[in-house]
């Protein structure tokens, strides 16, 4: 059995039953091969056995009130994952799916997202299976306040820096902040994400679906193509798919899709962006359906009349995607079907939200294939900005910020492409994010000695 083969078996040993963890682990394992045929110090000084191994992982009990004055109780979770680049840095999500498994994916992805980023974070990730639809406005505060009744023992400006997923925008990291900051009497750059009025940074909210969109730009130039007249479809309606929306109107594509858990619009004319955030800006999660109200020539289907295990935006015929809602909403079938109907880019704004088989399916087609731990990096990238912002007790224009953003995902881009060719597989950004980032992490950790 191969070196890499024998690590993976052992891996799935220890961590039988994560799914999704064994997914994101498998696929850097399986472009790091040709690396280790060219290379053996990572062999000889275990980096991949240390690197699937957290260096900490938390679970904790949160239990608040209800607006009944019932006592509820969920699981918090916070891993983190590697801290040889910085400080602990990575969303927190919460949402009924949550748990160990997909903490750890999230938390594993974030390692190699953070290193391509070239700033100085490490790898973590956080959250609670805490559902916030439905809730009021004072239950998600006392839920947001008893998670960060355990969570502020374990972070800190130079030790571990949470920020938004699914379901954590600005209002529930103003409730976590609040907190912090009643807890420990610290005024300090702990989360990323926050309000402008205190210590957040201009671009911060559009930087995961710009970057996303930057990233595509960058695809596109190297086959001198750009986005004028082009049509995307857009999978998700929240932070980073209303932000890839606006920048791809910004710089000449129509997008014409976007969705939720329970259905998706198709609007033939391009999604009409003012609607959509009044919906899904407000903190109201509104129905996609209610966009009918403003846009009735548009078409509103239900998830309950998708076909099984499908997600029908995917067979809106289209010349680039962005997938920017969860992970494994585009599988082989979809991704067929996308090739079919004329698709030439997908750019993942959502962590891992392509299953291997589609990816396999892009791969092989040899389209622009942008994988989500280089493509949405921008998120992370200005929350890092938004943490030198903090530390110096400055603040910067939104032009700066974007042009930061702008380099940052270009610079992600050559990386991945030029490590691709090194290894003779050219445009595959996969292969080449994966070992790039693998490569910067491993010697440091060599550098840094066995701990
Ligand atoms: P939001 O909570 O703002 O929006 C998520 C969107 O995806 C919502 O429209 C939600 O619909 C939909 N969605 C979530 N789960 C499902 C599901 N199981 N099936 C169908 N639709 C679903 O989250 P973000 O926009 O912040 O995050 C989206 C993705 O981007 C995630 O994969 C996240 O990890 C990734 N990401 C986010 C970053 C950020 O800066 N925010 C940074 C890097 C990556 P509904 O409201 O109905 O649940």
Known sequence: MSYLSDVYERFQRTNKNETEFCQAAKEVLDSLDILFQKENKYQKNAILERIVE??????????WFDDAGKIQVNRG??????????????????????????????????????????????GA???????????????????CQAFMSELYRHIG???????????????????????????????EGVLTGKKLLWGGSLARTEATGYGSVYFAQNMLKDRYQDFEGKTAVVSGAGNVAIYTIEKLQQLGAKAVT??????????????????????????????????????????YTAVKDYREGRNEVWSVPCDIAFPSATQNELNQEDAKELLKNGCTLISEGANMPSTPEAVDVFL?????????????????????????????MLSWSFDEVDNKLKEIMANIYQQAASTAEEFDKKHNLVVGANIAAFRKVGDAMIEQGVY
């Open 54 to 63: 957290p260096e900490r992982l938390i679970t904790f009990r949160v239990a």
């Open 77 to 122: 979770f916070r891993v983190q994952f590697n801290s040889t680049l910085g400080p602990y840095k990575g969303g927190l999500r919460f949402h009924p799916s949550v748990s160990a498994s997909i903490i750890k994916f999230l938390g594993f992805e974030q390692i190699f997202k953070n290193a391509l980023t070239g700033l100085p974070i490490g």
């Open 125 to 143: 990730k956080g959250g609670s299976d805490f559902d916030p639809k439905g809730k009021s406005d004072a239950e998600i505060m006392r839920f």
């Open 157 to 187: 400006a130079c030790i571990d820096v949470p920020a938004g997923d699914i379901g954590v925008g600005g209002r529930e990291i103003g409730y976590l902040y609040g907190q912090y900051k009643r807890l420990t009497g610290l005024y």
């Open 258 to 299: 976007c969705s939720d858990s329970r259905g998706f619009i198709y609007d033939e004319q391009g999604i009409d962006l003012a609607t959509l955030k009044e919906l899904k800006e407000t903190g109201t999660n509104q129905s996609l359906e209610d966009y009918l109200q403003k846009r009735p020539h548009a078409k």
């Open 364 to 392: 092989d087609a040899g389209i622009m294939y942008g994988p989500g731990k280089a493509a949405n990096a921008g998120g992370v990238a200005v929350s890092q900005l938004e943490m030198a912002q903090n530390a110096s």
